[in-house]
């Protein structure tokens, strides 16, 4: 059978089990008001990744990168959903939170479910985490919650149904779309109704059936110009030499490329030239770097690593985050490196944004406020690193930070720059050790 068929076949029956639901929605009118968001109403992006940050593939940690470095507007909130908070942005009903737990929904149509909970109970906007952006799309412009989905300008597929009229992975709207509404609503009476999916693309489907029988829903899809013509281009070249003229071509009308997690991704070609790939990632890593203010002193980053390792220790907690705020990307720096079975746990002020490379970097990334207050999950560390923490910390987190450190820790590392905490630290640590490397000055004191 071909695949004409099997697309006629598929949307004949979803068309006639959504029959009645299809009536009950032809007697809805849609609401034309429009809303513009700004800082105090913002728009909510939503993206997934299931595993959370900390469990991001390379690829997925760039695009991820990318998004949030577009996107970052007083108008817009960004949220990452995962297993850990899905269920305080949406309502998803029992039976169908019972059947993904069971497997007999995959966790692909599981996130059909959340995107459009999310879309039908809050509005904003969708966008698969495995889009790689290069613009926010809006530019300087306000962005209303009107109703806008990507489509293409020509059919790329003949063999699908949405033929690029629409894409169910980035669209928005307010939380009165008709069109939320009646997918969330569908996709719910289909599990209710079946215990397997009767096509990998039932979401399209879905729209397919709201598409031919409501007219506002046509309306809203055809009124939405196409855009992003070179979309799907950018993968075909990921394994390939760069060529910056033509990544500056695709760019011409094209913000949003969609790439894979897929597929395996090289740094460079069997001729020992630069990926696509390689090149677009370590852009992603420089913008990190400028983001992050980064520590510049040789000297700290040697004390750092040589007294890690030096010490030997089975834990390390990192006041501030040291390895971010030096702008390394792996546990490595300065031909040095942290060993894989180190457990290292960063605490992070509130100022500071955490990258999703960390995540990676970093067994346990904490608040320094949550960790002050739950000083317990630390108990064994060997070794507080505390270097250039200057500013950093506000009120009295360094006198608390201190004070976890001579308790509970067996040493901690800082520098002779604050005076009173070095005197607090001397009060209670009765072994010490001065090291000069340099012009600057470090303690080295033990704890207990």
């Known amino acids: ?31 034309e008001e429009v809303c513009v968001y700004n800082k ?20 997925i940690q760039m695009c991820y990168h990318s998004i949030q470095k577009n996107f970052d507007r007083e108008d817009i909130q960004i949220h990452l959903i995962t297993q850990e908070n899905v269920f305080e942005y949406v309502d998803i009903p029992l039976y169908i939170v019972n059947k993904f737990q069971s497997g007999e929904i995959s966790l692909t149509h599981f996130s059909d479910i959340i995107r459009f909970g999310l879309l039908s109970q809050n509005g904003g906007m969708w966008m698969d985490i495995t889009y790689y952006v290069t613009d926010s799309l809006f530019g300087t412009a306000e962005i209303s919650d009107e109703f806008w989905t990507h489509k293409m300008k020509d059919v790329l597929w003949e063999g699908t149904v949405d033929k690029n009229r629409w894409s169910i992975n980035l669209h928005k709207g307010n939380s009165h779309t008709l069109l939320f509404h009646y997918i969330y609503e569908a996709l719910l009476f289909y599990w209710e109704r079946h215990d397997k999916v009767l096509n990998y693309y039932i979401l399209d489907y879905i729209v397919a059936v709201a598409y031919e029988n409501l007219p506002y829903v046509r309306a809203q899809i055809d009124g939405c110009a196409p855009s992003n013509e070179a979309m799907f281009e950018l993968r075909n070249y990921m394994n390939t030499v760069y060529q910056e003229a033509l990544y500056q071509k695709l760019c011409e009308n094209t913000q949003f490329f969609k790439l894979s997690y897929k597929v395996d991704y090289f740094e460079s070609t069997e001729d ?3 990926t696509f790939y390689h090149v677009l990632r370590n852009r992603e890593l420089q913008d990190v770097r400028k983001e992050m203010d980064c ?7 040697y004390i750092y690593f040589e007294l890690i390792r030096q010490l030997q220790p089975n834990s390390v907690l990192d006041a501030g985050m040291f390895l971010q705020r030096i702008g390394a990307v792996s546990r490595q720096a300065m031909n040095c490196e942290i060993a894989s079975d180190i457990q290292l746990v960063g605490i992070h002020t509130k100022q500071q944004k955490v990258f999703p490379v960390y995540h990676q970097i970093y067994n346990e990334i904490i608040e320094i406020d949550s960790f002050l207050q739950q000083k317990e999950i630390s108990k064994s560390v060997d070794v507080v690193m505390a270097l250039s923490l200057q500013g950093r910390l506000q009120g009295t987190q360094e006198q608390q930070l201190v004070d976890y450190a001579v308790t509970h820790a067996r040493c901690i590392v800082i520098d002779m720059d604050n005076a009173q905490l070095i005197h607090r630290i001397q009060q209670h640590c009765t072994q010490q050790q001065s090291l000069q490397v340099d012009s600057k000055q470090y303690l080295l004191a033990y704890c207990g």
């Open 40 to 59: 105090t109403k913002k728009m909510p992006l939503w993206i997934m990744w299931w595993q959370g940050e900390k469990h991001m593939p390379e690829i």
């Open 1 to 31: 059978m071909d695949n004409i068929n099997v697309i006629e076949l598929v949307y004949s029956y979803m068309n006639t089990f959504l029959n009645k639901m299809t009536q009950q929605y032809k007697e809805k009118v849609q609401s």
């Open 295 to 301: 520590i510049t002193d040789g000297t700290d980053v």
């Open 272 to 274: 020992e030239k630069d």
